[in-house]
């Protein structure tokens, strides 16, 4: 089993009652931001030295949901703080960006890392499309147009011009190019089954977040796992991610306390302030294609929103307790799902940062030693298959 | 827009051709399929006189003494640039039109202004790729759209003689043509590759080749487009054709206004 710590660098003090997105940027400090993002980028690399084997964040706007409006930027000062962790940004919201960017950026990332990076192919959450105002009707075919571009400008050796639907290029040639041949390893969303078989049918690691239940997650990858053998290969237990927030205390019910006040920050706060801009792209647009799509989204949100610490705990759903407890959900969700990756999320909304530092100290020294060695396969490489 | 179907007498023979458009003229040359005229012919057209030759052979034209090489052919294809356009122009050249197109730049220098080469035949080292599989395999790696397909009045048997046994008349099937490939320096036009994200007749080693040898060569990826690109995407094709018709090596330079937000 292999581990990636996962940083949302949320804003966590947060204490304005808004519930309109985008949120005024004069609660935003600067001044206390450059303490948090310290703060953030000492503990993402300290998660090396806990024994992780990826790091990583994602791209947000326009909220204190996560400040890495450009995780690359975060990814760029993890490769300087640290040596053999992959760095995993998952990750740029492809639709919303110009895709040579991407494949220029994520190129330095690799180089500079030393061939350590892992790549997020993501699509995004509904409301982001307002911040870089696309349409979200076209979120899907920018994403197949701009994931196939970015290979090619991956791991093409001559210069090329890319006349697209979405995109016009009529000369490309990056420098640099990956240190990872043919290009490094490409993650995308298992949020539903749809997008899982999107990423089969890519080649794509197959990342699953916060799912509701670990039978919704085994039908997710079930999904990935025949559309992979549709178009011809055969995933392992390394192709497949799975997030999880994660609390590890000195005893079961300090983490629950812990993680009860963080998910309540995180649901009442974090995630409030954009669910009215969510409820506008998805009901009055075509983000989700199909309604039953559309319908499990929602309904993951709520039940996230209602169930409690103990239900979630019940339900395989949250990595919580003291480190022989962890061990054991760990096992067991591996069991259930056959995943060769936990990533674990780690900084919950506001959940003190000494807090979070203890639980990846307990991580080291009572839960990594016991999982380690769980079947996790070889680590993802791509081919030219894949491009 | 009514391409009208013609014929010239020339030394060796024979040649039917159609021809429509109005502006600067473009000599098209045909896949080993035959001519399939389609929206690209017609959206090209609306800015240039296109000559569409039909290959001696295909689609029920006679063949021609002495034409029996690619390189005779487009000696042939010479003839007719003299005698029908009366001077120079731009060439595209599809699949095996191609593989003809480049025989003719390298023949004849003197009469190809800008080349085309739309997913060219004739460069498969190995023997990569190829038209050698059963009619619907080989169908769904010709067009990636078949609702696309213009409407084709041929026989479908007549379709299958021109691929299965016509142009080999020419060529014998020989994958890669090494002459061809040895003279590739020659070629002095700025020439524009193009080939679809989905190609499977076609090895990507073919681009390699020509952008190895041609030296002033731009190769442009159309998405989502097989084989016949023009067919699966003609509004793509003719996008990145017309430009570089239009403006030649300044096609790498966007023109194009913002859109305007009133």
């Known amino acids: ?387 | 827009m009514i391409f009208e179907k013609k014929t010239v007498a020339l030394d060796k023979g024979e040649v039917t051709y159609f021809v429509g458009g109005e502006g600067s003229p473009v000599l098209y040359l045909h896949g080993a399929g035959g001519l399939l005229k389609s929206k690209a012919h017609e959206l090209l057209s609306a800015n240039h006189k296109i000559y569409m030759p039909i290959t001696p052979g295909y689609d029920g034209a006679e063949f021609l003494d002495g034409v029996d090489s690619m390189s005779s052919l487009a000696d042939l294809t010479a003839d007719f640039v003299n005698s029908e356009i009366g001077g120079s122009a731009d060439v595209i050249g599809h699949s095996f039109g191609g593989w003809h197109a480049c025989w003719l730049a390298v023949n004849n220098p003197q009469l190809v202004e800008l080349l085309v080469l739309e997913a060219p035949a004739g460069f498969r080292p190995g023997g990569k790729g190829g038209l050698a599989l059963p009619q619907d395999e080989l169908m769904k790696l010709l067009v990636a759209h078949p609702e696309k397909r213009p409407k084709d009045d041929r026989p479908l048997e007549m379709i299958r003689g021109n691929r299965d046994s016509v142009r080999l008349h020419y060529h014998g099937g020989m994958p890669l043509d090494e002459a061809l490939v040895a003279r590739l320096g020659e070629i002095k036009s700025s020439t524009l590759l193009v080939y679809g994200t989905l190609e499977r007749i076609v090895p990507i080693e073919t681009c390699r080749i020509l952008k190895e040898a041609i030296p002033r060569i731009y190769f442009n990826y159309i998405y989502d487009a097989a084989h016949t690109i023009e067919v699966d995407q003609p509004e793509r094709f003719v996008g990145i054709v017309g430009d570089f018709l239009e403006r030649g090596e300044a096609f790498l330079v966007n023109n194009k206004a913002s859109e305007s937000a009133a």
């Open chain 1, 1 to 387: 089993m292999r581990f990636t710590y996962f940083h949302l660098m949320p804003w966590d003090s947060f204490s304005a009652a808004e519930e309109e997105w985008p949120v005024k940027n004069t609660y935003f400090d600067p001044v206390e931001a450059t303490k948090l993002y310290q703060t953030y980028i000492d503990t993402m690399a300290y998660a090396e030295e806990c024994g992780w084997d990826g790091i990583g964040c994602n791209e947000h706007h326009y909220s204190p949901y996560g400040m890495m409006n450009n995780c690359n930027l975060i990814g760029s000062m993890l490769t300087a703080k640290t040596k053999k962790a992959k760095i995993c940004m998952f990750g740029n919201l492809i639709p919303l960006l110009n895709p040579i960017r991407v494949a220029e950026e994520y190129t330095m990332l690799d180089v500079l890392s030393g061939g350590r990076l892992m790549t997020g192919f993501m699509r995004g959450i509904p409301h982001e499309y307002i911040a870089y105002n696309f349409n979200p009707d076209e979120s899907r075919s920018r994403l197949n147009e701009a994931t196939q571009l970015i290979k090619k400008a991956w791991t093409e050796p001559d210069p090329f011009g890319w006349e697209g639907e979405h995109y016009q290029f009529r000369s490309v040639s990056i420098w640099p190019r990956p240190i990872q041949q043919p290009h490094p390893p490409i993650m995308m969303s298992g949020g539903n089954e749809e997008s899982a078989r999107h990423a089969a049918r890519n080649r794509a690691m197959l990342g699953i977040n916060f799912i509701p239940s670990l039978a919704k997650g085994r039908e997710i990858i079930e999904a990935y796992l025949d559309e992979a053998r549709l178009v011809g290969w055969e995933p392992g237990p390394e192709h497949i991610l799975i997030t999880f927030h994660t609390c590890i205390a000195e005893t079961d019910q300090a983490a629950i306390d812990a993680l009860k006040g963080g998910v309540d920050y995180f649901n009442s706060t974090l995630m409030n302030v954009q669910r009215n801009a969510q409820q506008i792209v998805l009901q009055k647009t075509k983000f989700y294609q199909s309604e039953k799509n559309r319908e499990f989204f929602v309904e993951r949100l709520k039940k996230a929103k209602s169930r409690t610490i103990e239900e979630a705990i019940h339900d395989g759903t949250v990595l919580c307790g003291k480190p022989e407890t962890v061990v054991k959900q760990i096992k067991h969700a591996q069991k259930e799902l056959g995943v060769g990756w936990i990533n674990t999320n780690m900084k919950i909304g506001n959940i003190p940062n000494d807090v979070v530092t203890k639980g990846m100290e307990l991580f080291r020294d009572f839960v990594a030693p016991e999982v380690r060695d769980i079947e996790k396969g070889p680590e993802p490489v791509m081919s030219m298959a894949d491009v």
